[in-house]
């Protein structure tokens, strides 16, 4: 049987996850990640000792190209999705509190 | 006369050529077909004008006698996942619902740069998390056999798009059988290559070990000029392998000749439980009939291929939930506005702009990648993985390709699965393998059941595409 997660743990991972979660949300969330879990646990019979993990399957190793500068035609259009753009700097909320 | 009239589209661009037929008129007649067919709601954006001046100057090209691309004037769609310069690229999500690309993917960019049109932008499932187009923020596909039905996922606009003859080719992605499945559903061919072989720049990222990018089509020879035209390396995508010598396209019976003498395994595994009956009955006769064209075909075993949706549902959230988290809602993106702090700013940003699909897969993923968790999901899932691919390897010295159905289950009904993740997730069953191994696959039509529409897949080694590809259009019309 597989790790269950209780609500504490789900508002705790949607935390992490940057998410938030209504509480009318998080029966379901948790009854589906559950479920999940118990999919995904039929890997417990399997033996792995000594098995090396794969990352990627194109066995391509340090793919390098030279470091040069390339002029982009439309360097104006990468910033015209941002919610405020002023004198070449993104306008994002306050991190940092006066006090 | 009609661009439907012509059965490949290297006929149809040689009759293009010629002057049978002219670039303008194609272009009339595909806006007219995308009139007829709005009901079952394929596409998110249409690019009409754009289309009809870029119609204006091959045909112009082709008065002045100007050399002209591979592929001029023919008309194709791509899922809404591929960036399209300056013109919106939502992936079906409110999160990029205003999101313009300031930049286009390579795939796109090589089609576009042999003259083929870009039409528009078809439905998926939100981020292509899904396999029937109802995880799309906006509206669901409906199936073209079956106005009831899902058309498969999560690259259902596309596949609908060629069996509406909207379109002879559209440009899918397939990370877990996001091609297969609703090329399969929508009784198209759908090609997922070999891991690498096509360029990932400009396609938003779901999972970037099994991302893959490859065609819908109606039959392989187009397929295999589509590719032929898209695969490469590209120093953008660093993944990237280097094609073939000798291309892909499926030329002629000197091609065919050498698939002759192939060995052919069927994945008995799939056909244990899980399967309709139908769905394995209608398989097996398709198989008595490669046996009786003189193919060499035996049962064979992949003995962890019983764990391989365990292995890519723990993979796959978990390189979702990396991959999103560069969603902010400040440099792009659905922005939650009037809130004062950075944190929640963020948090509601994507809350709400996420669905809830997207939502339980980047907890799901960052749950499997915690501290405490990692070792006994992450890598364990990467170790199975490893297993699975030795499995595959193993039967590749000895066959050269594998075979069985694409999806054990007949096109559902809209609503049937979606409150049912699990339910949902097994869909999948018969196509994760070939993503969490790398290899070629391809479905293709497999004749009507009840009225609906089957597939049959097709596996090879890696980087072993060309082959299958010709050994594919071998045996297509033997086994519609």
């Known amino acids: 049987m597989a790790n269950q997660l209780s609500d504490q743990d789900v508002l705790k991972l949607a935390k992490l996850s940057q998410l938030t979660i209504k509480s009318e949300e998080l029966e379901v969330f948790k009854k589906d990640i559950n479920e999940v879990l118990n999919l995904v646990s039929m890997l417990d019979e399997v033996d792995v000792t000594d098995i090396k993990p794969t990352n990627q399957v194109t066995g391509l190793e340090n793919i390098t190209r030279s470091d040069e500068s390339i002029k982009y035609s439309y360097s104006d259009d990468l910033f015209h999705n941002a919610v405020k753009f002023e004198d070449g700097y993104l306008v994002v909320p306050k991190i940092i509190n006066e006090n | ?480």
């Not at chain 2, 002879?168 to 992605?173: C, E, N």
């Open chain 2, 1 to 480: 006369m009609s661009w439907t009239d012509f059965v490949t589209i290297e006929d149809l661009v040689q009759a293009i050529k010629n002057q049978q037929l002219t670039v303008k008129s194609i272009i009339e007649q595909v806006f007219e077909q995308i009139e007829q067919t709005r009901s079952f709601q394929v596409l998110l954006t249409d690019f009409k004008k754009e289309a009809f001046e870029q119609a204006n100057l091959i045909d112009n090209k082709i008065r002045l006698q100007q050399p002209l691309g591979r592929l001029a004037g023919v008309p194709f769609i791509v899922k809404d996942n591929f960036l399209t310069f300056n013109q919106t690229t939502t992936a079906a999500s409110h999160m990029l619902e205003n999101f313009v690309a300031p930049y286009q993917a390579t795939s796109v960019t090589k089609l576009i740069n042999e003259d083929a049109i870009l039409i528009g932008k078809a439905n998926l499932d939100a981020y292509a998390h899904g396999s029937s187009t109802e995880n799309s923020d906006f509206f669901t596909t409906k199936n073209p056999y079956d106005k009831n039905r899902v058309p498969g996922g999560s690259s259902g606009g596309s596949a609908a798009a060629i069996a509406l003859n909207i379109v002879p080719f559209a440009l899918g992605t397939d990370t877990g059988g996001s091609i297969r499945l609703p090329a399969s559903f929508c009784n198209q061919v759908g090609f997922k290559p070999s891991y690498g072989l096509v360029s990932r720049s400009g396609v938003v990222a779901m999972a970037s070990s099994l991302d893959c990018i490859g065609p819908i089509t109606r039959n392989v020879k187009d397929a295999s000029l589509i590719l032929d035209i898209i695969a490469g390396q590209d120093q953008l995508d660093s993944t990237t392998i280097s094609r073939d010598q000798v291309g892909y396209v499926v030329v002629n019976s000197s091609d065919r000749k050498i698939t002759r003498k192939a060995k052919i395994g069927v994945i008995s595994d799939y056909l244990i439980d899980g399967i309709d009956q139908k769905v394995k009955n209608n398989f097996l006769n398709k198989v008595e009939l490669l046996k009786k064209a003189g193919f060499q075909v035996e049962d064979v075993t992949v003995p962890l291929i019983k764990y391989a949706l365990g292995v890519y549902y723990i993979i796959c959230p978990a390189e979702i939930s990396s991959n999103l988290s560069r969603y902010d809602g400040l440099r792009y993106g659905y922005h939650q506005i009037n809130v004062n702090d950075f944190e929640t700013s963020i948090e509601m940003s994507r809350s709400n702009g996420f669905g809830r699909e997207a939502k339980r897969r980047i907890m799901i993923g960052t749950y499997v990648l915690s501290s405490g968790y990692y070792d006994a999901y992450y890598k364990k899932a990467q170790q199975v993985r490893t297993k699975l691919i030795d499995n595959f390897k193993k039967l590749f010295k000895t066959y050269d390709f594998l075979i069985g159905p694409t999806v054990p289950i007949l096109p559902f009904k809209i609503g049937e699965k979606n409150s049912d993740p699990i339910a949902m997730y097994l869909t999948d069953v018969m196509t994760v393998s070939a993503n969490l191994v790398g290899i070629p696959a391809i479905s293709l039509p497999a004749g009507m059941i009840d009225g609906l529409p089957t597939g049959f897949q097709v596996m090879a080694d890696s980087q072993v595409d060309k082959k299958l590809l010709a050994f594919s259009a071998e045996i297509e019309e033997l086994i519609k």
